[in-house]
């Protein structure tokens, strides 16, 4: 099982990996079988869950909820992200996809994830993407009343710039506890531009999403290079997939990452569990960032 860790100096505390849930509603599941699933990642010590408003056009925080109020006392075996900040057309009064950061869309979009989800607090609520007319002093009046409510027990982003996550840590009297970004073997560009250095610098760990880069690393053919190394390295390290090998690849990040899990297959789930205790060499996760980016180091 896996063991709990500190993501920030002055907490939470969460699972090394992350179920993530924007795809439920692909997962043609009852509510009953969505209790069955989150039990199951739950034994695994996978105790961490990531949803945001708007994923599956604004109904899988619901869905998620559904389950909530059959098993209620599965809540406190778990801790529960989300995010807010982005408007998609998927409602009719969005005649255009945009971002809202203003304080009365935070304070109602939370609201509305409370209870969504079926319950009376979150333990991190995240800004989903940089929005260009973003109000720090807004955003920090929205943290700072949903954090003295108890509403809201931790706050970060997603998706900010080192210069953005900077701006807005300076309007609050509490510590951003992550940045949420995508990192994967295919998207490498977080790894050089200050984004990683900087949760370093505070001894914040960064949640990393779409590690496997939406699919395309186990199905474009321009990835082909990338999956035989994988595999080469697979067997090197004695991994049973090369799912695992990727989380592993990025769990070994000296921010050290939480990768999201985006699958609602147990098998899955279960096999991306395993790639806690795999270790590989220095060589071993250059030669997987070489054969994905198609060149050596300078």
Known sequence: MLEPQLIAPHGPTFSPLIMGYWRLME????????????EHHLALGITTVDHAD?????????AFGEA????????KQMQIVTKCGIATRAKPEHHIGHYNTDKSHILSSAE???????????DLLLIHRPDPLMDADEVAEAFIALHQSGKVLHFGVSNFTPTQLT?????????LVTNQLEISPVQQSVLLDGSLDQCQQH??????????????????????PLR????????????????????????????????????????????A?????????RQQWFRIRKAALGYDVP
């Not at 708007?54 to 619901?62: D, L, M, N, T």
């Not at 909530?68 to 809540?75: G, N, W, Y």
């Not at 001894?203 to 082909?224: E, K, N, T, V």
């Open 27 to 38: 997962w043609d599941m009852t509510p009953q079988q969505r209790v069955a699933f989150i």
């Open 54 to 62: 708007i994923y599956g056009e604004y109904r899988c925080e619901a």
């Open 68 to 75: 909530m109020k059959l098993a209620p006392a599965l809540r």
């Open 112 to 122: 509305k994830s409370l209870s969504h989800l079926a319950t009376d607090y979150l």
């Open 167 to 175: 701006l807005l840590q300076t309007r609050l009297p509490f510590s």
């Open 203 to 224: 001894r914040i760990r960064p949640m990393a999403w779409s590690c496997l880069g939406g699919g395309l690393l186990f199905s474009d053919p321009h990835y082909q």
């Open 228 to 271: 035989d190394e994988l595999e080469t390295v697979r067997q090197e390290i004695g991994a049973s997939s090369l799912e695992q090998v990727v989380y592993a690849w990025v769990m070994m990040l000296p921010s050290k990452p939480l990768p999201i899990i985006g699958s609602g297959k147990t098998q899955r789930v279960s096999e």
């Open 273 to 281: 569990a395993g790639a806690v205790q795999l270790k590989m060499n």
